[in-house]
């Protein structure tokens, strides 16, 4: 639920920081603070930039899109809005599992399985990755998730059962503002109450592209040197916001 800034704990030490957040502790044991950062990387950190805006419109997007999912019965780490570019969270323990989900054929799946992107699936394809840099995030499957200890089969299955209420919310609510959810891409947490889905939802970490012109809002255009970044983000704030 909604806090008032003066109930929004101070930042504590910084805990960890990524490629495009920082995470930092609070007074209250239980809740961390998460900063979104304008830096952007692509393919595994070799392409670096920034992006004007892009913290500020990533942790508003993620925040909106938190609550969308919770709408729909899916537990997430979001607390609250900390700031201009910072929200306030659950602590948790993330699970190295990057967890994707399609509904149209782009990116690694396009390359990988030579199929041609902007196929529309008929049923979502839920894939996993170890999330491990130095190994360059590799693709696994159920039996790697158990080899490695990552998360027991129980967990598993939540997991995907979560990521699968996300896509089906996602989806319509998206559709309703002329975007298309191609794929995206979800981090989940361990609490002592549970799983939560946790990191973000944004344009980083999804590909919308428009419904009238096909064209992707969302890091593609980073990627793939398309131009217009910031404005793409903006443009997807925007249609979130006027709904809001
Ligand atoms: O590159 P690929 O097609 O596998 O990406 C699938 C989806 O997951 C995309 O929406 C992409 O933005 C997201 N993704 C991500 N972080 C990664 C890899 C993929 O957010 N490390």
């Known amino acids: 639920m909604e806090r008032r800034q003066a109930e929004i704990p101070p930042r504590g030490e910084r805990l960890y920081e990524g490629k495009a957040k920082v995470v930092y502790a609070t007074s209250d044991p239980g809740l961390v603070r998460i900063y979104f950062k304008d830096d952007a990387t ?85 894939e996993l990755y170890y999330k491990r840099d130095d190994l360059g995030d590799p693709l696994i499957n159920r039996a790697h998730v158990r080899l490695l200890g990552l998360a027991t089969p129980e967990e598993l299955d939540r997991i995907e059962a979560m990521a699968l209420a996300v896509n089906r919310a996602l989806r319509v609510y998206l559709a309703q503002r002329d975007l298309i959810l191609v794929d995206f891409k979800l981090e989940f947490g361990r609490t002592g109450d549970g799983l939560l889905l946790a990191d973000e939802i944004s344009p980083d970490t999804c590909r919308f592209w428009d419904r009238e012109t096909g064209e992707p809002l969302d890091k593609d255009r980073f990627r793939r040197d398309l131009g217009g970044v910031e404005d793409a983000y903006a443009e997807v704030w925007r249609r979130l916001e006027a709904t809001a």
């Open 42 to 126: 692509a393919f595994d950190g070799r392409k670096r930039g920034t992006i004007g805006n892009k913290g500020r419109l990533n942790a508003r997007i993620s925040a909106h899109l938190f609550r969308v999912v919770e709408a729909a019965g899916v537990p997430t780490h979001l607390v609250a809005v900390a700031g201009e570019q910072e929200l306030l969270a659950r602590r948790v323990e993330i699970i190295p599992l990057e967890v994707v989900v399609r509904n149209v054929v782009a990116g690694s799946l396009a390359r990988r399985l030579g199929l041609e992107p902007g196929r529309v699936l008929e049923e979502p394809v839920v």
